[in-house]
């Protein structure tokens, strides 16, 4: 049965009254890529055992209180995407009485259900999500696009969810989740600033070297973009009835065993042993996992073997000795890695090891040449226009640690990237309950999830036998 969610009450959320001056913050090379990006959905859910009359007189107002007080620092989620006539350059831009949009609303939908590792309709997680604001267009033509919105929903006696949408030019994961990490550092100590446990963030963008130009480059590039394209609220649309979401979790011990069956497949081929990392092996299974499983999605369509695959993943160039910027940066830091390998490669008996082979190649490419990743970040997104189905993208990290954002009130019950539902992404967590564990989330339609799911215990199964 279908639960409701009513909304109880919409308002916005501001930093202090003159916390914050009139700001600008340029975008940088990092940046402008991901105006081509869909906003970006992370929810968490909350086990909270009362009713929500109790949750409006006691957590609600900390949590609005402690958001208030996040934003004089993280302003630029308060702020607005300026997307000036051409050919002037976008911008962030904070003014007073800047804010976000901040929804409350209880549903009757089943907690213990959403918040289980077992499949769902993508739709569970829909009616949790909210939509930005809609632009705004000033006399001139400049375009003024919100950049988070925040619902919280109650499930009565039960727990309650955040789900955030946000836009990917104004944070990348790290970023999101120093600030999500801020925001439940500061509620939990109710409101006292000099409690709070995490640093502050560094706004200051002139950190950012651009020896080879790429902001002018990717500027031009964008200048064939109508400012439409980064008009998208967030809004969940034409998202197949039949598609389901499944978290699967991995063990140290399964994680373990693959790197072993790896390495052991590389010394009886004579092949030279690839970069073994928990990253490489994780995303290798899954990835084969999910190309196999592409067979019987529809009997109709043959696949093309020699077709090339793409893995696409992002790397953080904090605290990288080339770049010399810190964890604290506000912003994004991410170049792009992809790994390519042709179809028959994957679905073939050493699909694991050729992935592994792919992967971590890339890996070692991007750690020695990192700007060649920074290089290739607008054009992923075109690429990934073309190629549909045949790229796929890791979206989040174990090293982000979702699962201590605690408000107060213990870890999250569960924690989803909301956009692997249209995205083709796959999204990778650390875990709840088991230090070690990665958290694998995605979604497929109803026959190829049950067949992606064969194939990955198969898999599971053939490493088990190794001691």
């Known amino acids: 049965m279908a639960h409701t969610v009513k909304v109880i009450d919409q308002c916005e959320v501001s930093p202090p009254p003159g916390s914050v001056p009139s700001t600008s913050l340029p975008l940088t090379f990092f940046d402008l890529p991901w105006l081509c990006c869909p906003p970006l959905k992370r929810i968490f859910f909350y086990n909270f055992p009362y009713s929500t009359q109790h949750f409006f007189q006691t957590l609600l107002p900390t949590l609005k209180n402690s958001l208030s007080l996040t934003l004089q620092h993280f302003f630029p989620f308060s702020s607005n995407l300026v997307f000036p006539p051409k050919p002037n350059p976008p911008h962030i831009l904070f003014t007073q009485p800047n804010s976000l949009s901040f929804t409350v609303a209880e549903s009757s ?27 705004q267009t000033l006399e001139d033509g400049t375009f003024l696009i ?4 925040i619902q919280v929903t109650v499930m009565p006696h039960s727990g309650f969810a955040i789900c955030i949408t946000f836009r990917h030019a104004a944070a990348d994961g790290r970023a999101f989740h120093h600030f999500m990490k801020f925001w439940a550092s500061v509620c939990k100590s109710n409101g006292d600033l000099t409690l709070a446990s995490l640093a502050l963030p560094l706004h200051n963008r002139d950190i950012i070297q651009d020896p080879k130009g790429l902001k002018h480059i990717f500027l031009q590039e964008l200048l064939n973009f109508l400012p439409e394209n980064v008009e998208s609220t967030g809004e969940i649309r034409d998202v197949p009835t039949d598609m389901l979401r499944h978290t699967f979790v991995l063990s140290h011990d399964h994680v373990e065993k693959l790197k072993k069956w790896v390495s052991v497949k590389c010394k009886s081929h004579g092949l030279e ?24 999605k ?4 043959l696949f093309n073997n020699d077709e090339s695959y793409i893995l696409a993943f992002m790397a953080d160039c904090r605290n990288r000795p080339e770049f010399s910027i810190p964890l604290e940066y506000f912003g994004n830091c991410l170049v792009c890695g992809n790994a ?6 994957l679905a073939g008996g050493n699909g694991i090891l050729e992935a592994a082979i792919a992967i971590g190649s890339e890996v070692r490419h991007l750690q020695r040449r990192t700007f060649e990743g920074a290089e290739t970040l607008m054009s992923n997104f075109t690429e990934f226009a073309t190629l549909g189905k045949h790229m796929t993208i890791i979206a989040g990290s174990p090293s982000l640690k979702a699962y201590e954002t605690d408000f107060g009130w213990g870890k999250p019950e569960k924690s989803e990237v909301v956009q692997v539902d249209n995205s083709g992404s796959i999204s990778l967590s ?11 989330g995605l979604a497929l339609q109803k026959i190829q999830m049950k067949k992606f799911s064969t194939i990955l215990e198969e898999h599971l199964t053939e490493i088990s036998v190794l001691d």
């Open 109 to 135: 939908a089943d907690f213990t259900t959403l918040v289980s590792d077992s499949p769902k309709n993508v739709t569970a997680l829909h009616p949790f999500v909210p939509v930005l604001p809609p632009p």
């Open 146 to 149: 919100p950049l988070m919105s």
């Open 273 to 296: 042993l690839p970069h073994l990392t928990t990253f490489v092996v994780t995303c290798s299974l899954i990835w084969v996992c999910k190309v196999k499983s592409e067979e019987i």
């Open 298 to 301: 529809a009997g109709t369509v």
């Open 340 to 345: 390519e390998v042709k179809r028959s490669k």
């Open 430 to 440: 650390d875990c709840r309950d088991k230090e070690g564990r990665i958290e694998v």
